[in-house]
T-cell receptor, first 113, second 116 residues
Framework: KAGVTQTPRYLIKTRGQQVTLSCSPI?????VSWYQQTPGQGLQFLFE???????NKGNFPGRFSGRQFSNSRSEMNVSTLELGDSALYLC????????????FGPGTRLTVL | AQTVTQSQPEMSVQEAETVTLSCTYD???????LFWYKQPPSRQMILVIR????KQQNATENRFSVNFQKAAKSFSLKISDSQLGDAAMYFC???WGGGSNYKLTFGKGTLLTVNP
């Protein structure tokens, strides 16, 4: 079974632009979570989607948004990029009802110049 | 606020030796889960081991085991017979809350180097 995939793997943007990242979960997994990883703050939870609905949300500004499609693929969007948004963005999927094991993707490395 | 602290930003161990990574957490909850995740260089993060707070027995997965001290709010990871492939960033994580309203907090990680 294929693992979680994320595209693109690397991205360079400039301040003020917006960006969309994509995540395809493991087949059969309907839950997708997004995380931001930075050296200073570590790993922080952004939000989780299940069946096309946001079910859980971390403490990030409204510039960070997401959505999930009927095939469980998810996208994350960051508008009006700031230098501090430079990070590794990870997504993770899990089986329905199993809150204690997530499978992570390789991440998208976003650099904001 | 629920916080997770990994006090060792970096650790090193000789191949075949044992190393212990520390993790403490702050919580007022009585029911929660604790995890150790491993993130190898340029590779995907994977779950190493998990512990349910209501279980007194320490979890073990092959060469990986934990020392869970609930009263002290401590959750350390012991890696026995260290191998070169164990070199990675290790994250301690704490989960609380039920159903889809759970919250998950990670520590800032410990970078483990394994010396041949």
């Amino acid at each position: 079974k294929a693992g979680v995939t994320q595209t693109p793997r690397y991205l360079i943007k400039t301040r003020g632009q917006q960006v969309t990242l994509s995540c395809s979960p493991i087949s059969g997994h309907r839950s997708v979570s997004w995380y931001q990883q930075t050296p200073g703050q570590g790993l922080q939870f952004l939000f989780e989607y299940f069946s096309e609905t946001q079910r859980n949300k971390g403490n990030f500004p409204g510039r960070f948004s997401g959505r999930q499609f009927s095939n469980s693929r998810s996208e994350m969007n960051v508008s009006t990029l700031e230098l501090g948004d430079s990070a590794l963005y990870l997504c993770a999927s899990r089986r329905t009802g199993n809150y204690n094991e997530q499978f992570f993707g390789p991440g998208t490395r976003l650099t904001v110049l | 606020a629920q916080t997770v602290t990994q006090s060792q930003p970096e650790m090193s161990v000789q191949e075949a030796e044992t190393v212990t990574l520390s993790c403490t957490y702050d919580t007022s909850e009585s029911d929660y889960y604790l995890f150790w995740y491993k993130q190898p260089p340029s590779r995907q993060m994977i779950l190493v081991i998990r512990q349910e707070a209501y279980k007194q027995q320490n979890a073990t997965e092959n060469r990986f085991s934990v020392n869970f001290q609930k009263a002290a709010k401590s959750f350390s990871l012991k890696i026995s017979d260290s191998q070169l492939g164990d070199a990675a960033m290790y994250f301690c994580a704490y989960k609380w809350g039920g159903g889809s309203n759970y919250k998950l907090t990670f520590g800032k990680g410990t970078l483990l180097t394994v010396n041949p």
